[in-house]
């Protein structure tokens, strides 16, 4: 299985905290940009977060920056999203993704933060935020 597994969604008040795990096969996830995306309904799909699980480049949309943190676990091939002080506005979908090889930016070790360039995407994970 190519395709990225998520967890940890669910309901929060506003202020509350969620955790997501996402599990990728090594093919996809060692060396490579991987990320965390969410859809809102009637809304496009926004990058959140991206790293490079080959060293530590990592990009925060603006609009969770201080909030929340991208880590990974590179030996079990797992991705995670900490998502701390949430709002209303968080409400959505969440997916993890990795990307193709066009991806990875080589020379800096840095991501594209282009969803074109993620082709491997999980099912997603909704996170309800109330207020």
């Known amino acids: 299985q190519v395709q990225p597994v998520e967890s940890g969604g669910g309901s929060v008040q506003a202020g509350g905290s969620l955790r997501l795990s996402c599990a990728a096969s090594?093919?996809?996830?060692?060396?490579?940009?991987v990320g965390w995306f969410r859809q809102a309904p009637g809304k496009e799909r926004d990058v959140v977060a991206i790293?490079?699980?080959?060293?530590?480049?990592?990009y925060y949309a603006d609009f969770v920056k201080g909030r929340f943190t991208i880590s990974k676990d590179n030996a079990a091939n797992t991705l995670y999203l900490q998502m701390n002080s949430l709002k209303p506005e968080d409400t959505a979908m969440y997916y993890c993704a990795a990307g193709w090889a066009s991806a990875v930016r080589r020379a800096s070790g840095s991501c594209s933060t282009t969803i074109a360039d993620f082709g491997y995407w999980g099912q997603g994970t909704q996170v309800t935020v109330s207020s």
């Open positions: 090594r093919v996809t996830y060692s060396n490579n940009c």
């Open positions: 790293t490079y699980t080959g060293g530590s480049s990592t």
